[in-house]
C-alpha cells in the first residue's frame, strides 16, 4: 500500500505544488519558478526510485511461478 501511495504522491505531488505556486505567483505578480519545480520533482523522482530499489524483497536469482488452475480454483503466482 505504502509503494501505491509513494507512485502516487510521486505522479501528482510536482503538478500540486506547481498549481499552488502558480497561485502565490498570480497574488504576487512575480515569475514562475520552473527551475525549482523541475528540480523538485527530479529530487522526488529519485528518492522514489531509491526507496523501491531499497525496499525490493523479491530475491534477484528467485523463480518465478505463474499462477494456475489446480482443482477449479486460481493459485496465486510464487517466487522461489
Known sequence: MIKKLLILGAILLPFIIYYISMFLVKKSN?????????????ALLVIVLIFFRLSDDIPSNGKYIPPKFKDGKVVAPKIK
Open 30 to 42: 512575480k515569475k514562475v519558478p520552473v527551475i525549482l519545480l523541475s528540480l523538485l520533482s527530479l
